[in-house]
């Protein structure tokens, strides 16, 4: 790391943890071979091997060590919550048909839907065999619960992406399916693989369900107001898609009738036209909508840091706390 450059709180819990992240990667490494299926590990990789952050291992790897834990099976769920998350990002980008991840090409642009589709669940699967070796039953019921939970948020985005009636009530479903469910499941396991107490396990649970929340609203704010190289998507991706993210629902629910025209046609209709992001982006300023979705974020970054305050004093509670003010950062 460059020495002139003040590390992230990512980047110290990637130096607090790398031991244990060394640990999890040589895992994933491991379980994501097939003797039979070479397409797998092809696949995988390409998406593994990314050079995302691991920010959801590294949550159970923190909210365990944090709790004292000292056994070795945070590492096996630290690489579910991670083919979890894998497996997700197939399928979001087969339903998305989107082309670019991370700054590469998709993995359904480079060997089709139907790898990423089948790698996808390949991956979920071996996410079960790895949370059964921990022979921790609330475990399964969590990380089970998180993926069904995740599944279900991404139908709902499918029913209410393109409705102009989807309010920010189903907007934040939507999200704590998609999102927050994984970071949840990431943070209250590591409790419960430490034995924690059950007012520390709930204090988990709430910091990673609304760190989650401050993460994707950032991510949609990001959509229509950061940079490619940011991002690793291309700027105004969801507007193309038809996604109703909040800062357009906003928008929607301020509209004059020429405007809702215009969102009905672009969004509901699927109707668009050069021209037309711009327009959209001239009527998310006009409401305010950017801002107030600012805010929103905000909120719920400072309801994170609050829920830390009842776990136990240590060096990783701090990064944590840290953490939440970072994910919106980008917005600030």
Known sequence: MDATVNPTPIDRLIDALAPEMEAVNALIRERMASQHAPRIPEVTAHLV???????????????????????????????????????????????????QRRGRPTANLLWGNKSSVLVGDYLLARAFQLMTDTGVMRVLE??????????????????????L??????????????????????????????????????????????LGIAFQIADDLLDYGGSATETGK????????????????????????????FWQRTIEKG??????????????????????SRKDALDWAAKARTSLTGLPDHPLRDVLDELAGFVVSRIA
């Not at 691991?54 to 083919?83: M, N, S």
């Not at 993926?147 to 991404?154: F, K, Q, V």
């Not at 357009?248 to 020429?258: F, G, H, Q, T």
């Open 49 to 99: 091997e990314a050079g995302g952050k691991r920010l959801r291992p590294l949550l159970t790897l923190a909210a365990a060590r944090l709790c004292g834990y000292d056994g070795p099976y945070h590492i096996h769920l630290a690489a579910t919550v991670e083919f979890i998350h894998t497996a997700t990002l197939l399928h979001d980008d087969v339903v998305d048909e989107s082309r």
């Open 271 to 292: 109707d668009q036209r050069d021209g037309d992001l711009e327009h959209a982006l001239t009527l998310l300023d006009r409401h305010g909508s950017m801002e107030a």
């Open 142 to 163: 969590i990380l089970s619960n998180a993926s069904a939970t995740i599944s279900e948020g991404e139908v709902l985005q499918l029913t209410a992406a393109q409705d």
């Open 165 to 210: 009636r989807t309010d920010e009530a189903v907007y934040l479903q939507v999200i704590r399916g998609k999102t927050a469910a994984l970071f949840s499941a990431a943070t209250e396991v590591g409790g419960v693989i430490a034995g924690a107490s059950e007012d520390h396990v709930k204090a988990l649970f709430d910091y990673g369900d609304a």
């Open 234 to 261: 291309n700027i105004g991706d969801d507007f193309r898609e038809r996604k109703l993210t909040l800062p357009v629902i906003k928008a929607v629910a301020k509209a004059s009738d020429e405007e809702r025209v």
